[in-house]
């Protein structure tokens, strides 16, 4: 069943245009990822849904009747009372039972028979809205959200910034609608909590839209992606690291399509004007007109085109020591609670240490101690190596002062940079025209983090110190970021991370914090991650998963005690024969889809003559075919892991 609709949609301030001709739909299980980079207008488009704010052309229709959830990134709750109270708050007949039970049950404490009476009331009302059970499944949401049984009975009003954001992420997945928008879910959350989102949104039975820059989040969750530009959005059915792959594929032979359709166009245009005066003149006034009604080749959008032009690059800086740290015995408390005790570690010159462990197990404090940013009370010791020139990144940007523009903060840095220098700088993490002349109070939070970043690249450096810094930033940013630390960078890192993509391609040693205890791995993340999982044999390949299908042993006969037993083995043979022809089904079509992809592709090559109406059909049948053999595959693949 579809529940969203968004058909035709514009947007714009002042005048300029955010987006136009947006049209895509949304069913009941269906689960679409919203790409596209920082200030393309993703945050928009959820509130245009929502109908917070009005479309200047186009229409959102939501079917009837259907319930929907909307998760910002501003983490705005106006839950009262304690934690739990602040769960149950989407259910509000339950949360008004519940006060007026608790209140029941002081005045029953008198032993008056009308206050037991209205208690026994209030217990079966309390019981029909479902109000235990609610408890219970929101207790058990509330633990997969990082929430002890004791942070439960705190007043709303204690929790910091990341627990308010997990806290209404909770209050929404708790009332599970129908249509579910997530801006940037993965924001605060841990490694473990990102990975049960992952599996909760997997399994959710209503339609899910998600803007999220985590790319593995992207590739877990939705096979669906949706590339938001200022022409309209684009369909994948793929996942993001697919998709990425695909959209190229796609803006390359557009590419080559205009550049054919221009090349046409030039030599026509050649021909009417050395014949419009001569003896060809009726030809050259046919080409004319043929010209005029010609349907030009839009140029393609490349909607990453702006955001990849950003340039993180470090100021050279003098060799460090082979020795950079070497800590022993280090420990910390916070709160009357041990994080963790006798941490030794050694950190060699251009090695790059990812730090991993749920929230509030330690790992900025760990960080801290290392950078000596700790206060006065932790114990251990850190030797610092020969010279070092340090920096630091603070998750929660601390280094940038809202109250200045981003040319003051860069000049509080270098003081011999004139304006226009700093302006020049500014540039190359995407700050132009009056972007750096803006206070930083008024920047989003990618915004933000190019500022502190572009603050600590000003000087040299050779020890680094990163706290979340992928935090804000849209995906190109994080992948030119791994790209410069891997291969830009000489000296060493130690980072805080829950994006596991920057994790696998800049980590070479990990350091899980986690129950008080700190364990060094040796290898990257993924060494780190098979390390904690048990081995996963790899689908069978087509070949291997033909010459099993007759390999599976009949059922076996029954016998007076096992008639239900054999019934149930009956009934799973009976799918597994339902799986096996199917794959032999998908693996006839995709064979059939292949070829004929390869002869799209040979006319696709081929000159189209000047009938480019029809060159265009022939590559959106192409670009829908190939999408069409990728939903194939997956299946495929599916069941292959299914049958193994």
Known sequence: MTVLQVGDLRFGYAGDT?????????????????????????????????????????????????????YRQSHEIDAQGTVLEGFLSGFREVVRLRAELTQAQHDAATGAAEALDRLAHLTDRYHLERGDELEREVGILAHKLGFSDRDLERPVASLSGGERGRLTLGVILAQQPDLLLLDEPTNHLDLDTIAWLESFLVGYRGAVLVVSHDR????NVCP?????????????????SDYAVARQEDLERERAVLERQQSFIDKTEDFIRKNIAGQNTKQAQSRRKMLDKLDRAARPEDVWAVAERVRFSFSPASRSGDITLECENLGASRGGRQLFSGVDLLLRRGERIGIVGPNGSGKTTLLNILAGRAPAGDSGRV????????????????????????????????????????????????????????????????ERSRLALAKLLLEPRNLLFLDEPTNHLDIPAAEILEEALVAGFEGS?????????????????????????????AGGYRDFVAAQTPRIEAPPSRAESRRKKSEQPPPPAPDDGGKKKYE?????????????????????????????????????????????????????????????????????????EVLA
Do not use: C
């Not at 929660?396 to 840095?413: C, F, M, Q, S, Y």
């Open 18 to 70: 955010l987006f136009e001709g947006v049209t895509f739909s949304l069913a009941l299980g269906e689960r679409a990822a919203l790409v596209a980079p920082n200030g393309a207008g993703k945050s928009t488009l959820l509130r245009l849904i929502m109908k917070e704010i009005e479309a200047d052309q186009g229409q959102v229709v939501i079917k009837r009747d259907v319930s929907v959830g909307y």
């Open 493 to 521: 890192v130690l980072f805080v991370s829950h994006d596991r993509r920057f994790l696998e391609n800049v980590a070479t040693r990990v350091v899980s914090v986690r129950d008080g205890e700190v364990r060094v791995f």
């Open 216 to 219: 593995a989040f992207l590739d």
């Open 224 to 240: 669906v992606t949706l590339e938001l530009g200022t022409r309209g959005l684009r369909a994948y059915y793929a996942k993001y």
């Open 568 to 640: 149930e083995q009956r009934t799973a043979t009976r799918d597994r024969e339902k799986q096996k022809r199917r794959m032999a089904e998908l693996e006839n079509a995709i064979a059939l889809a292949e070829t004929e992809l390869e002869m799209l592709r040979e006319k696709l090559k081929q000159d189209p003559a000047g009938d480019w109406a029809k060159l265009a059909g022939l590559a959106a049948t192409e670009q829908a075919l190939a999408r069409r053999v990728e939903a194939m595959m997956s299946e495929w693949t599916k069941l292959g």
């Open 383 to 446: 030797r610092r190596g020969t010279n070092l020139q340090e920096g630091y990144f603070d998750q929660h940007l601390g280094e940038v002062d809202p109250k200045n523009t981003a040319v003051e903060e860069i000049r509080r840095v270098r003081g011999d940079y004139t304006v226009e220098k700093a302006r020049e700088y500014l540039a190359r993490f995407r700050f132009w025209g009056d972007d750096p002349l803006r206070v930083v109070s008024g920047y989003s939070g990618g």
